[in-house]
């Protein structure tokens, strides 16, 4: 039988380290819903999500309560809306009446974000995806709760860098457009290489056309339960450092699959996956940041960061995997920058650099992500730096993201509020040379030799 | 059997567990074990109660027996027990 320490571990994690299960993420094809006439096609989708989702938000209230156990955000990811919308959409404004009809449906079910504006162009692009590349600035800065990803790459095709060439004008562009609203759009925009198809965390979720028709997928976080825990073991050798995480690690996703199980049953869905990602969020004690402090560095960026993070990555997966029978392609560490504030402190510290949080990103779950620049980055520059980070991903068989946040009339030194869980961010400088003759040439990188694995 | 544990914490004072105790009789809840320690003055009690059949009204009873602990200065929480045997046992 459960003993009081077990109790008081498990409570001071939730109470006092931050335990909490980051998203109950509902996954749900849109994909019987595809209509030629566009009235008809937005009927369907809001009708189809309404009815799948519409005691999600209850019933993760309802399981939060019942254990204890906050569960922060609840969302939605559907089908790409390029493949749903290709057969209806024949210019961009067609895309952006589904984004309004996305966003009014998610309002209406009460979640926090719905995911899968999304077009899967990691080899060419259709017609559709090309118009709901193009609607992206529109829909984000019309809508508020929907978040866009666009896969330009992958191990097996190559990447795409048309598609790369053209997000590096929509991520301006969309910067441009959400310039007087209160969220700057680019923070709800991410580029995937590699993209997972079960991904419960924004912005890059959607729900990928090889999963059934629903899926109730849950990510799980804890980051300062993590730095709780190493702050017990200081000084000792790399075994007791690994030992520690992956114990954690562990614990933490076991209560993530319990909230799973029950979610699935209770809603009557099948349960997908466990995300078991180390998310921080902007409170204090809730830092990827401080776990690599912990282990030994003075600041994120230090010499040494790279190792740091890929051994807690590493273990976080080994402690993970034995936890949950289902788990996720993203599990690992998060290190966006606007949302730690421990990275926050590393870049106004002078620590850490773009350039080194490329390197990180090779060693963890995702990407560059969260990074604020100046609002005059030219947008050849930003498809530079997405290039990059898509051929990390593309050789090391990984997914990589980047959400870039360019900062109108800001510049390097300035500070820019996304506000909530997107954090406050440092403006970062960016490389000034050129690469425009190489991000225009137009075309795809072919696959890597290891790709031809058959 | 379905358990939830109840976790009684804060500063100690005359009186605690009869209240906890009245409170659960009044409500018809069995109770399977009691354990308590008192660390530097600070009352830590755990309970293991049979909600068995309580379903519907578990979420009353968590929020009422919050309300009771907050009449006596003390933080009450009631879970059910899978949440500890899952990070705890394999």
Same mark, same amino acid.
């Given at each position: ?107 209406? +079910? =009460? #979640?926090?974000?719905? @995911? ?5 162009? !990691? %080899? ?5 995806? *090309?118009? &709901? ?84 997928? +849950? =990510? #799980?976080?804890?980051? @300062? ?5 190493? !702050? %017990? ?5 790399? *075994?007791? &450092? ?84 289902? +788990? =996720? ?18 870049? *106004? ?106 | ?90």
């Amino acid at each position: 039988m459960i003993n009081i320490t077990e109790v008081s571990e498990t409570n001071d994690m939730i109470e006092k380290e931050n335990l909490d299960v980051r998203t109950i993420t509902m996954g749900i094809s849109l994909l019987d819903c595809i209509d030629s006439d566009l009235d008809k096609l937005c009927e369907k989708i809001h009708d189809k999500i309404y009815n799948s989702a519409k005691d999600l938000v209850a019933t993760g209230e309802q399981i939060s309560k019942e254990y204890g156990i906050p569960i922060v955000n609840k969302r939605i990811s559907v089908t790409p809306i390029a493949i749903v919308g290709g057969a209806a959409c024949k210019a961009q404004e067609d895309f952006v009446k589904i984004a309004k009809t996305l966003d009014k449906v998610a309002h209406e +079910v =009460g #979640v926090n974000f719905i @995911g899968g504006y999304s077009a899967l162009v !990691s %080899k060419g692009m259709t017609k559709a995806d *090309e118009l &709901l590349i193009r609607s992206i600035p529109q829909a984000l800065s019309q809508t508020e709760l929907i978040c866009s990803s666009v896969n330009v790459g992958s191990t097996k095709t190559g990447i795409n860098m048309d598609a790369v060439r053209l997000m590096g004008d929509m991520i301006l562009e969309t910067a441009k457009a959400s310039e007087h609203i209160e969220v700057n759009g680019c923070a709800k925009l991410v580029v995937f290489c590699n993209a997972p198809d079960d991904n419960p965390f924004m912005a890059g979720a959607f729900h990928g056309v090889t999963e059934a028709d629903r899926i109730i997928n +849950v =990510g #799980v976080s804890g980051p @300062g339960v993590v730095k709780t825990a190493l !702050s %017990k073991v200081r000084g000792e050798n790399f *075994e007791v &450092l690994c030992e520690t995480i992956k114990k954690t690690a562990f614990k933490v996703t076991r209560v993530g699959q319990l909230v799973a199980k029950e979610a699935s049953e209770r809603l009557g869905v099948p349960f997908g996956i466990v995300d078991l990602s180390l998310a921080p969020t902007p409170a204090i004690g809730d830092s990827v940041a401080d776990i690599l402090c912990e282990i030994g560095l003075e600041h994120a960026g230090a010499p040494g960061t790279t190792a740091a993070l890929a051994l807690l990555n590493d273990q976080v997966k080994k402690g993970g995997v034995m936890a949950s029978s289902y +788990v =996720g392609g993203l599990s690992g560490a998060f290190i966006p920058v606007s949302e730690d504030q421990g990275m926050i402190d590393a870049v *106004e510290a002078g620590a850490l650099t773009l350039e080194k949080l490329e390197a990180m990103t090779c060693v963890c779950s995702v990407g560059l992500d969260m990074i604020a620049i100046p609002g005059d980055t030219k947008a050849t520059t930003i498809a530079g730096i997405i290039a990059d980070e898509m051929a990390i991903g593309m050789i090391n068989q990984k997914t990589t993201a980047v959400r870039l946040i360019p900062c109108i009339g800001k510049k390097v030194g300035d500070s820019v509020e996304f506000g909530g869980l997107l954090g406050h961010a440092p403006i970062m400088p960016v490389n000034s040379f050129d690469c425009s003759a190489f991000v225009n040439r137009g075309g795809r990188i072919p696959a890597p030799v290891h790709s031809f694995k058959n | 059997m379905k358990r939830a544990i109840i976790t009684v914490v804060g500063k100690d004072t005359v009186g605690i567990i009869a209240r906890v105790c009245t409170y659960l009789a009044s409500e018809k809840v069995n109770i399977l074990d009691i354990s308590q320690t008192i660390v530097s003055g600070y009352f830590n009690m755990m309970m293991i109660v049979d909600v068995t059949g309580r379903d519907a009204d578990f979420g009353r009873l968590e929020e009422e027996l919050a309300k009771v602990g907050e009449e006596m200065g003390v933080v009450i929480k009631m879970q059910r027990e899978d949440i500890f045997d899952s990070m705890h046992r394999i």
